[in-house]
């Protein structure tokens, strides 16, 4: 992903932000193809401090007979993005653009056994469930053992390790502008907008102050 340092956040706010989606883009290589798949991702640390991906595909998806090499790969995470027109500037001689943000994570994908896809794929849930269901006590265990594991063997769990993480929250850092943009996007009833609105005006990247 090409990348600027303003554009660029810290280590700690790409994690909360890869945390509180849960959700992204897997791509690899294999058998000279590209594989994609969108899917649920976890990203938590070994008792070492190390940072890792856990997650699963369907057993019938053709990028699960790549996990076996250990390929490199990438996971591609995505924020709040709009397109911007001209006009949001205050002027009409700015280039249209797009503002977005998102965290890109490369490193080395390693299939997992039986146990630790069940493993991986309770703590995902428990950690899901929590976050939705306020209060929530609901486990896997509530479903009968059969369609568990029914589940369980339909589906490939890996992890990826060895971790590289870059990011572009691109929010009109540098530029002028930023309090028609911020005005116009808050203008909207869609939710990526009104979440890119206070970002442009409060960019969380370390270097960028955002101008009027």
């Not at 590209?34 to 057993?59: I, W, Y």
């Not at 339909?154 to 572009?168: M, P, T």
Request: proline share 6%.
């Amino acid at each position: 992903m090409y990348t600027r340092e303003h554009f660029s956040v810290p280590l700690p706010l790409m994690c909360d932000f890869v945390q509180e989606k849960s959700f992204g883009v897997l791509a690899t290589f294999h058998d000279g193809r590209v594989h994609t798949s969108p899917l649920p991702l976890d990203l938590r640390e070994t008792e070492d401090g190390e940072l890792f991906v856990a997650g699963h595909v369907a057993r019938a998806n053709d990028m699960a007979e790549a996990f076996a090499a250990g390929p490199p790969a990438t996971v591609t995470v995505l924020g709040p993005d709009t397109f911007v027109p001209a006009e949001w500037f205050g002027t009409r001689s700015r280039i249209p653009t797009w503002l977005y943000c998102a965290v890109e994570i490369s490193g080395r994908l390693e299939l997992s056994d039986a146990a630790r896809t069940r493993e991986d794929v309770v703590v995902l849930i428990d950690r899901l469930q929590k976050k939705a269901v306020a209060g929530s006590t609901w486990t896997l265990g509530e479903i009968p053992e059969n369609l568990t594991e029914g589940y369980l063997k339909n589906i490939v769990g890996f992890r990826l390790l060895d971790l590289e993480f870059k990011s572009c929250f691109r929010l009109n850092q540098r530029k002028g502008g930023t309090d028609s943009l911020a005005e116009a996007l808050a203008d909207s009833d869609e939710t990526d907008r009104l979440e890119l609105a206070k970002l442009v005006l409060q960019p969380p990247t370390a270097t960028a102050a955002p101008t009027a």
